[in-house]
């Protein structure tokens, strides 16, 4: 059955940097976009960025780019978004989410990780 | 950036009622609409995408319609395990992805 595992979440201090990575198993991942979307406690779902399946295509939400960074190890099944310079509104949890559709996204997501928490404070 | 509005914010039912939540968008987004549900603690759960077709293995009391800028999710008959947050997200003017605000659905 198709897993999505986050790691890498935890307490940092603001203007730090953070890599949280994503392990999939399950499917083809090197043939799936895959995504990353955040929630702050108590709030919303927020997308904040795609990568395309070969690792070619990547656009981010307008709020986080410059910041955050995506990329995949297709050899490792892993996902990865880097996040530097962490401000306290960063705090959320962060998950990674795989397309419904493999080759080109159709840009829903069907399955999802169970999160890792950031907390961005001194 | 197309915006997402849902309604009501909180919907409050008992089991075995009807449920409808609505979603409303900005722009038109043709049928590029999916539903999502969230239980606490959990992350969120894809129901229905493109507007009305359901994801696996997601029971037949959800369906979801509309087209355009207006969209319904109905739960024809609530189970106890229906209440939760239910977010709408669309595709049809990307990027960005949006979401909306969420419904709570609460016994």
């Known amino acids: 059955q198709v897993q999505l595992v986050e790691s890498g979440g935890g307490v940092v201090q603001p203007g730090r940097s953070l890599r949280l990575s994503c392990a999939a198993s399950?499917?083809?991942?090197?043939?799936?976009?895959m995504y990353w979307v955040r929630q702050a406690p108590g709030k919303g779902l927020e997308w904040l960025t795609i990568i395309s399946y070969d690792g070619e295509k990547k656009n981010y939400a307008d709020s986080v780019k410059g910041r955050f960074t995506i990329s995949r190890d297709n050899s490792k099944n892993t996902l990865y978004l880097q996040i530097s310079n962490l401000r306290p509104e960063d705090t959320a949890v962060y998950y990674c989410?795989?397309?419904?559709?493999?080759?080109?996204?159709?840009?829903?997501?069907?399955?999802w990780g169970q999160g890792t928490l950031v907390i961005v404070s001194s | 950036e197309i915006v997402l509005t849902q309604s009501p914010a909180t919907l409050s039912l008992s089991p075995g009622e009807r449920a409808t939540l609505s979603c409303r968008a900005s722009q038109n987004i043709l049928n590029y609409l999916a539903w999502y549900q969230q239980k606490p603690g959990q992350a969120p759960r894809l129901l229905i995408y493109d507007a009305s077709n359901r994801a696996n293995d997601i029971p037949a009391r959800f369906s979801g319609s509309g087209s355009g800028t207006d969209f319904t999710l109905t739960i024809s008959r609530l189970e106890p395990e229906d209440f939760a947050v239910y977010y709408c997200q669309q595709r049809g003017n990307w990027p960005p992805i949006t979401f909306g605000q969420g419904t709570r659905l609460e016994i």
């Open positions: 399950g499917f083809s991942f090197s043939s799936y976009g």
């Open positions: 989410a795989k397309d419904i559709l493999g080759g080109s996204p159709w840009h829903f997501l069907d399955y």
